[in-house]
């Protein structure tokens, strides 16, 4: 899903992310691709004539290993897909409203 790095990028910063893999279809069907692929051939086979919304938009994140985490390292992730989340509109804080 390369075409959608723009909508991902934020994620990737707020994680302090230093590498990203990006592929249209890796092989074995993961639950990422699983997810957005009927909406991908969708739009490919019909979109020219019916325009329709990008639909999912699936991550799957690899957050470290064992001994590259504690308590503290969880919480910074926590909070950093939160924000993540947040800035994309995805979701709200408890005393927000929606746009």
């Known amino acids: 899903m390369p075409h959608v790095w723009p909508d991902i990028e934020p994620l990737a910063q707020w994680l302090g992310s230093e590498v990203q893999l990006l592929a249209q279809t890796s092989g074995g069907e993961p639950f990422n691709e699983a997810c957005y692929e009927p909406w991908l051939t969708l739009a490919e ?43 994309g509109a995805y979701i709200v804080k408890a005393n927000q409203r929606y746009r």
């Open 45 to 87: 086979r019909y979109g020219k004539d019916f325009p329709m919304p990008r639909g999912l938009l699936p991550v799957t994140l690899e957050l470290r290993g064992v001994s590259d985490m504690s308590p503290e390292q969880a919480e910074k992730d926590a909070d950093a897909i939160i924000t993540a989340l947040q800035e």
